[in-house]
């Protein structure tokens, strides 16, 4: 399984972005999809989830600004992000878990300016 993040960027406190994970070479249903984020010196927290029936749950700290959406054709799980803040600041990784193992993307950097 390999997953692919786009659209990270450097955007001012305030703007959006939308984050893409595309999954390929799955042998298997995907049922949750996930957002984690790391930020520098910090353990790597869950921002937002979603399973294939599409029920959501977010972290506090962006609830009501981010919306976490998927195509289950396209096995790709996206990731909305409005109003950032500088402490959203952070490597992005989408997140696939399996029977077996837990599938990471390679990461996607989002970085806000105050």
């Known amino acids: 399984v390999q997953l692919v993040e786009s659209g990270g960027g450097l955007v001012q406190a305030g703007g959006s972005l939308r984050l893409s994970c595309a999954a390929s070479?799955?042998?298997?249903?995907?049922?949750?999809m996930a957002w984690y984020r790391q930020a520098p010196g910090k353990q790597r927290e869950l921002v937002a989830a979603i399973t294939s029936s599409g029920s959501t749950n977010y972290a506090d700290s962006v609830k009501g600004r981010s919306t976490i959406s998927r195509d289950n054709a396209k096995n790709t799980v996206y990731l909305q992000m409005n109003s950032l803040k500088p402490e959203d600041t952070a490597v992005y990784y989408c997140?696939?878990?399996?029977?077996?193992?837990?599938?990471w993307g390679q990461g996607t950097q989002v970085t806000v300016s105050s």
């Open positions: 070479g799955v042998g298997f249903v995907i049922n949750r």
């Open positions: 997140n696939v878990p399996s029977a077996y193992t837990d599938y």
